[in-house]
Structure formats: structure tokens, C-alpha cells
């Protein structure tokens, strides 16, 4: 029988699948060949396919991203890794105005995922640990995920792979070699589709809405909620842009009481869209307000003392729940 | 040497190796002053070595970037500094930021996250100084103090002060768009920038040869029409004497300058990392130029210490260690809550003397 295997260890599948089934698949990035990569992702790579398809670049996200992006017009599809996600930001041009308004400008897609390491929880403070969707989430022409299972992980990294539209792929730095989230995979081929959130826990009391590593936060409050006689429903996102829109009104509409939970900072996070969305959908549904769990509007701290302050965690959770499950 | 044997011994060598420094007497730096430069060097690498201890212990969070084998860079060219020069140190120039006057205890609080850290908790490794101590601390995406510190030169022309910015990038980081874009505008405007390429040839994995086809990448200060130069990283005292060169230059108004030492990272790039993309014959190569090696050597042999003198200055650097790192130690953690603090300047009444815009007074024209 298969063996369970970690969430890092999916994306390695993952990418590794889509490079044997498609020879236009290739990867560049900083240190992804001869290392395999800062978090060992490419881990063999370049053992098997080359260094023609997998490409150690010069310290240039900017030129890696816009390398891509010319490959891509060429009818490649290139696989850029950035070594955090943090230093996205360096590429910020190339991605919002290059590759986001492509299609838009003059019909030509720019098929090219890009990803990286995601997210807090491992103390790597204010450079190592960001939460980068919503810079991304606010252009129109770029989708973004978030995957936070291990079955996600794969079958949305090769959803993203064989995308016609530039695709941001959050991997959440928490979630890689974690325990807990450990799988057995289907042997066959799969994708999981972009663009569709997932119900993770049947409830009827109230929604928590979420996705990334506080899902887990979320299955655990909504546990500890059961015994307490809320049943609480919990919807991973998945995607960020688009946004399934009829999963959150689906649930919003069943439960009429929904929590956002989210690790990104509070204010211009995903939560207050999806509020609106609620408003708009399903306001005549509501019986209490839409709340949200995120962490607040600071920089990532490194000390482990503020970091576990900083970020959301079941406790949070509860404790918003329980007021909102009181209305 | 004749050609053929220098060919020979060149070609036994990892490419980019320089052949050891001729011992030759330090210029204009008096016996007291070389003791000095001694002392830094010690302290450098003997403060990162207690670090290294304490990330075993897990004592110290995320990452630790060591500089071993490097020292001589950090050491010799802030050695070089006046007191009005602003320098931005990156994650291995922990000896730059001795000199200018960081005590151990800084190092050991931020690294140990402790209440009193210079970051309050928040970062970590060399990510802190300020510019009132004439530091610009760095932040982890590379190359982005190339144009920061072209903004600090600006400044010291507009604001009629002598000063000189200097800041170091790794191999690595020269490849970088900031840098390029730095670079662009202080020659164009002739700013008093001196720039440091620590090329201790790996970046993370990667080998200086993967980053650009140059063999000296001071070349690149040719596509700015900007002085540069090439110094051997692991004789402190030819990286100070080409820093106060560069230093000079720039003092003058020529503009920037750009300065290569040669070095190697004699350890991973962080503790985690055991460097077994190394080839073992260039780390060998490498370990037998040890930048202190070399240096007490010349010392002693030049006879400006005895090894009883040097042995004085190492065991005066073990107390103030032990003594840091003590205190450090005791120290609490920060108060949680304070990472939400300080994201912006407390508010003001728009109209009082304190929202009024502080202007410096000498950009002040009556
Ligand atoms: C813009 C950016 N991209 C990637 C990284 C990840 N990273 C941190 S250090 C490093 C290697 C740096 O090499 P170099 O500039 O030669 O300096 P060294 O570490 O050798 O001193 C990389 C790729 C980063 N910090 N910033």
C-alpha cells in the first residue's frame, strides 16, 4: 500500500509529474538545481530532467519572473520558484504589469506559475514569514492559490501548471513536513481545480470560512464547538482570485452566522471581501454579523514569545465563534 | 616565479584564489592601531562562534549567517570610516558593526530575542543600528541598500556633511536589479557611495561562476564609468588601505567606487547548512588563508606583538563575551503584546511644535 507523505513532498510530486508529461514544463529559480532548492522541493530534479529545464539563476526574482514570462509567450510553461515568497516583491512589475494584463492588452496568455514558500508560524520574522496574497489578489488577470491539504497541494500545483493565466501558488512553509496533514495519494493522475473552495466539515450553526494552515486552527475549534452543542461548518477557499462565490453564499445561507478566519493582517485582507460578498449574496440569510480572526495589522514579529501572540490560533477562533454562535 | 610555473600554481588553484599577501609593513597605521584591528577580528569570530554554540543550545531562532573567513572584510574597511561616514552593514559584516561600536550584548539580545534586543523581538541577525549611530540597517531581500545608501550620499551633499555612505553585497546580490539601479543613479550624480562586493564566491548553492561570466566583478562598476578595484578579502590590512582609497575618491566628489575583496565562506550559508556543495579542494584551498591566521602571524613576525601580547587581547575578548552574553542571558523575553506597537508615529495635534516637519538644521536656508 502507499505510504502516507507530507504536503512538500506533494508539490514534488506534483511538479514532477507535470515535467514528465509535458516537455514544455521547465523550472528557474535561485538554487532549485544542484541544491534542490532552500526547502528541497527540487529535491533530484535536475538529475532527471537537465539542466536545460531546470535553471539556477542569478539572484534576479525580477529576471526570473520576466524570463519566464517570455517563455511562456514562446509556448513554454515555466514553473518560477522564489526562494521565499517575500521576495515577490521584487518581481512586482513583471507580475502586475507584464503578466496580469497580457490577455487583457492583446489577447496573449501568460501561462506561468510561480511559487514559493508562504506564511508564519516558523519564526522567520518580517522577511521569511509574509502573507503576500492580497498585493496580487487586488490585479485583475492573475488567479492565486492556497493550498493547504496535501491532496490540494499536488492536484493544484498541476491545476496551475497546465493553466492558460498566470497562477501565484502559495505553499504554506508550515504545512511542508508537518505530521498531521500526512496523506496517502491517489496513484492516478488528478487535478483539483482552480477557482473552487472545499467543504472540510459538514455544520449547520455556523461557517467558519478560511484557508492555508488555519484550517487547522478552524477543524480544531470546530471540534472542541461540537461538544459545546454548535455544529460548525468549515470551507477551505483554496483559491483567492476567483473566488467561489456560490460556496461562500451556499454556506453563508445554510449556517446564517459566518467567521472569516485568516493569517494574513486584518485590514485589506481577504475577509473583508468575502464579507462583502456575504452582504451582497445572502444579507437577508444573516442572523449576526460577519466576524474575522486574522492577525493584526503589524509586520511579522521573529521572537517566538511575539510571533504566538501576533498570529490567529484555536483560541482565537473559539472565542469569536462562541460570540458569534451567542447572537 | 617564472610564467610557466605561475601558470602551473594558478592553475592548481580554484579560480579567483590570490596567492597569499606578501607580509609587507601596515601603512600609516601605528603598532596600537594594528593591535586594534587585531582585537576586532577576535572579537568577530569569536562573538559568532558563542552565537553558533547558543543556535545549538537552541537558544537562537531562525537563521545565524556567520562571516568566518571574512572577518578581514568587515574588520579592515569600517576600520577605514570617520566618525560622520554612514555604513549598512549586511547579514555577515558583524565585525564592521564591532568597530563602529556595537557591544556583544546587542548581538547576543537580538539573537536570543530578548526584551532589550535593539529590535524589541521583532527581527533578528544584524537588522538593526539606526542612522543616529551611523548605521543603516539592513533588511533581507538583497541589494535593496545599494539605492538606500545612494539616498544616505544625497542627503550628505544636500545637507553639507563630509560623509561618505558605504554598504557591502554579496556575490549573489550584485546580480540584483537594486543594484544596478543604485549604482545608475549615484554615478550619474556622482555621490559619495563606496560599495563592497564580499565575493566569498557561493551564494547560498551557488557558485560565483552561476552568477556572472566576469572573473572580477568589479568589472561591473565599468557600466557606471565609476572607479574600482580588486583586493585580496583575506588581508586585512590591504582591505583597509583600498577602503580608505575608495573612501578618499568618493570624499573628493568623484563619485562612486566600487571594491571587490576576494574571499571565502568558510561555513554554511547559515547554521543549518553544511556547505556539501563545497568541493572539498577549495575549501581546503581557503582554510589555509585564514584572514586571523595570517594576520597574527604577521604580527608577531613583524614583531609588533609577542604571541603573549595577542593571547592578552583574546582572553580580555573571552570576559567581555562572557560578561554580554551573561546579561543577555538573564534577560526576559519582550512583552508579547508589543509587536503591535510603533507601526506609526504617535499621533500629533496637527498644529503643535511637535507635527511641525523636523527639518535638519543645515538644510535650513534663511
Ligand atoms: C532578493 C532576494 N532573493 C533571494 C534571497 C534569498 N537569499 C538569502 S541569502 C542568498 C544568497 C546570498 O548570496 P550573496 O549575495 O553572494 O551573499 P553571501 O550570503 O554569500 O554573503 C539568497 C539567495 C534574498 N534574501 N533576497
Redesign the pocket.
Given at each position: 500500500m502507499a505510504e502516507p507523505i507530507t504536503y512538500l513532498e506533494a508539490i514534488r510530486q506534483g511538479l514532477w509529474e507535470e515535467m514528465e508529461r509535458d516537455r514544455r514544463v521547465f523550472m528557474l529559480g535561485?538554487?532549485i538545481g544542484v541544491y534542490g532548492g532552500?526547502f528541497k522541493v527540487t529535491k533530484g530534479f535536475l538529475e532527471k530532467f537537465g539542466k536545460e529545464r531546470i535553471i539556477d539563476t542569478p539572484?534576479a526574482?525580477s529576471g526570473i519572473v520576466g524570463a519566464a514570462i517570455g517563455a511562456s509567450l514562446m509556448g513554454l510553461r515555466p514553473v518560477a520558484e522564489?526562494?521565499?515568497i517575500d521576495?515577490i516583491a521584487?518581481a512586482f512589475n513583471q507580475i502586475t504589469n507584464f503578466a496580469a494584463k497580457s490577455r487583457w492588452r492583446y489577447g496573449a496568455g501568460v501561462p506561468i506559475v510561480i511559487r514559493g514558500p508562504a506564511g508564519g508560524g516558523v519564526r522567520g520574522g518580517p522577511?521569511h514569514s509574509q502573507n503576500p496574497e492580497m498585493y496580487f489578489v487586488h490585479t485583475p488577470g492573475l488567479k492565486v492559490v492556497a493550498p493547504g491539504t496535501t491532496y490540494d497541494a499536488k492536484g493544484m500545483i498541476k491545476a496551475a501548471v497546465r493553466d492558460e493565466d498566470p497562477v501565484i501558488y502559495l505553499e504554506h512553509k508550515y504545512l511542508y513536513r508537518l505530521p498531521r496533514i500526512k496523506e496517502v495519494l491517489p496513484e492516478e493522475d488528478y487535478t483539483v481545480p482552480i477557482g473552487k473552495a472545499a467543504v472540510r466539515r459538514e455544520g449547520t450553526d455556523i461557517s467558519l470560512i478560511t484557508y492555508g494552515s488555519m484550517q487547522l486552527h478552524c477543524l480544531d475549534a470546530a471540534e472542541a464547538l461540537d461538544k459545546e452543542g454548535v455544529s460548525a461548518e468549515v470551507i477551505d477557499l483554496r483559491t483567492l482570485l476567483p473566488l467561489d462565490a456560490d460556496a461562500i453564499e451556499a454556506t453563508a445561507k445554510k449556517t446564517g452566522k459566518v467567521l472569516i478566519v485568516h493569517e494574513d493582517t486584518r485590514t485589506g485582507g481577504i475577509a473583508g471581501e468575502v464579507t462583502s460578498l456575504i452582504n451582497e449574496r445572502a444579507f437577508e440569510y444573516l442572523d449576526g454579523p460577519v466576524l474575522r480572526v486574522t492577525s493584526p495589522d503589524a509586520p511579522v514579529p521573529y521572537s517566538a514569545a511575539l510571533e504566538d501572540f501576533f498570529l490567529p490560533n484555536t483560541q482565537k477562533v473559539m472565542d469569536a465563534a462562541r460570540k458569534l454562535a451567542a447572537y | 616565479m617564472s610564467k610557466a610555473a605561475r601558470k602551473e600554481s594558478r592553475r592548481k588553484q580554484p579560480p579567483g584564489a590570490r596567492t597569499a599577501p606578501e607580509a609587507r609593513p601596515a601603512k600609516g597605521l601605528s603598532p596600537d592601531k594594528q593591535l586594534d584591528i587585531y582585537y576586532y577580528l577576535k572579537l568577530n569570530r569569536m562573538v559568532e562562534e558563542r552565537l553558533s554554540a547558543l543556535y545549538r543550545q537552541g537558544k537562537v531562532q531562525g537563521g545565524l549567517?556567520g562571516s568566518k573567513g571574512?572577518e578581514a572584510i568587515s574588520v579592515g574597511s569600517a576600520y577605514a570610516l570617520a566618525p560622520q561616514d554612514v555604513l549598512a552593514p549586511?547579514?555577515?559584516n558583524l565585525g564592521a558593526m564591532l568597530v563602529r561600536g556595537v557591544k556583544p550584548v546587542e548581538f547576543f539580545l537580538q539573537y536570543m530575542q530578548k526584551e532589550g534586543s535593539p529590535c524589541k523581538g521583532r527581527d533578528t541577525s544584524l537588522h538593526f543600528g539606526g542612522i543616529d549611530r551611523g548605521f543603516v540597517p539592513p533588511i533581507?531581500?538583497?541589494?535593496?541598500l545599494v539605492p538606500v545608501l545612494t539616498g544616505v550620499a544625497l542627503a550628505g551633499r544636500m545637507l553639507g556633511r563630509k560623509l561618505v555612505a558605504m554598504t557591502y553585497?554579496?556575490?549573489?546580490?550584485?546580480s540584483?536589479g537594486d543594484f544596478h539601479e543604485g549604482m545608475g543613479i549615484a554615478s550619474v550624480m556622482r555621490l559619495p557611495l563606496v560599495v563592497i562586493i564580499?565575493?566569498?564566491r557561493?551564494?547560498?548553492s551557488?557558485p560565483?561562476a552561476a552568477?556572472s561570466l566576469l572573473t572580477d566583478l568589479a568589472e561591473k562598476a565599468r557600466a557606471y564609468g565609476i572607479p574600482q578595484g580588486v583586493v585580496d578579502g583575506n588581508d586585512v590590512l590591504a582591505v583597509h588601505e583600498a577602503t580608505e582609497s575608495a573612501l578618499d575618491l568618493a570624499r573628493q566628489g568623484k563619485g562612486p567606487v566600487l571594491l571587490e575583496a576576494k574571499t571565502m565562506?568558510m561555513r554554511g550559508?547559515s547554521e543549518h547548512d553544511d556547505a556539501w556543495y563545497v568541493p572539498e579542494e577549495e575549501r581546503r584551498f581557503w582554510e589555509k588563508r585564514d584572514p586571523i591566521a595570517l594576520y597574527e602571524k604577521r604580527l608577531v613576525d613583524q614583531e609588533v606583538a609577542t604571541p603573549e601580547e595577542l593571547a592578552a587581547i583574546v582572553e580580555r575578548c573571552t570576559s567581555e563575551i562572557d560578561r554580554d552574553l551573561a546579561v543577555a542571558e538573564a534577560a526576559p523575553s519582550p512583552r508579547p503584546e508589543s509587536c503591535i506597537e510603533d507601526i506609526y508615529a504617535p499621533l500629533a495635534d496637527p498644529g503643535s511644535e511637535e507635527a511641525a516637519p523636523k527639518t535638519p538644521a543645515s538644510a535650513r536656508r534663511s
Open positions: 535561485e538554487d532552500a539572484i526574482e522564489m526562494q521565499f521576495f521584487c522577511f | 549567517y571574512q549586511m547579514i555577515r533581507s531581500p538583497l541589494g535593496t553585497i554579496g556575490d549573489g546580490a550584485t540584483t564580499e565575493n566569498n557561493w551564494a547560498y551557488t560565483v552568477q565562506r550559508h
